[in-house]
């Protein structure tokens, strides 16, 4: 509601918008979660399916995975204990060791995306592209979906 004043202008006091009724952050980030968790599972299940449709997987001919994946995947680790120990540190009370940790946590899971870069421009190298056929197209749009994931946790981290 908004209220004139004498002179003609608006009384700002008036133009507050109402808080948010209890329990609404709560229930919004329990349903946002909810569908991203559902959006996983049915990537997940989109390639199961296409996966039991194939003969033989990965196709022949396709280039090895890297072995860069396991690197990635140790960095991905390390920056989740990272996060943990963050965590810690807040239980604690410690500003130092979250400042540490989530220091720690920024830094491996930005090294974790570039990794993940190397990783998708070897294999694109060796002619592994999400066109070239399902095995290609599955393996980007899952490694993908995934780096997305990381890169909206770095935009709250």
């Keep these: 509601m908004t209220a004139a004043t004498p ?3 608006i009384d700002r006091r008036a133009t507050r918008e109402s808080p948010a009724p209890p329990g609404s952050g709560p229930l919004a980030l329990t349903l946002f979660l ?3 968790a559902m959006f996983f599972a049915a990537s997940v299940v989109g ?3 296409i996966r039991a449709r194939q003969p033989e997987w990965p196709p022949a ?3 090895p995975l890297p072995g860069g994946l396991w690197l ?4 991905l680790v390390a920056g989740s204990a990272a996060a943990q ?3 810690g540190a807040i239980r604690r009370g410690s500003q130092r060791g979250l400042r540490f940790g989530l220091t720690a946590a920024l830094a491996l899971t930005v090294l974790f995306l570039g990794l993940q870069a190397a ?10 592209t999400p066109g070239a056929n399902l095995f290609g197209f599955a393996f980007y749009m899952l ?3 995934h780096a997305a994931h990381v890169v909206g946790g770095l935009v709250v981290l």
Excluded at 72 to 75: E, K
Excluded at 119 to 128: K, M, Q
């Design 7 to 9: 002179g003609g202008g």
């Design 34 to 36: 909810m569908a991203l």
């Design 47 to 49: 390639f199961l399916l």
């Design 61 to 63: 001919g396709s280039p």
């Design 72 to 75: 990635a995947t140790l960095v």
């Design 85 to 87: 120990a963050a965590l």
């Design 119 to 128: 990783n998708w421009s070897a294999l694109a190298r060796e002619g592994l």
């Design 143 to 145: 490694t993908g979906l």
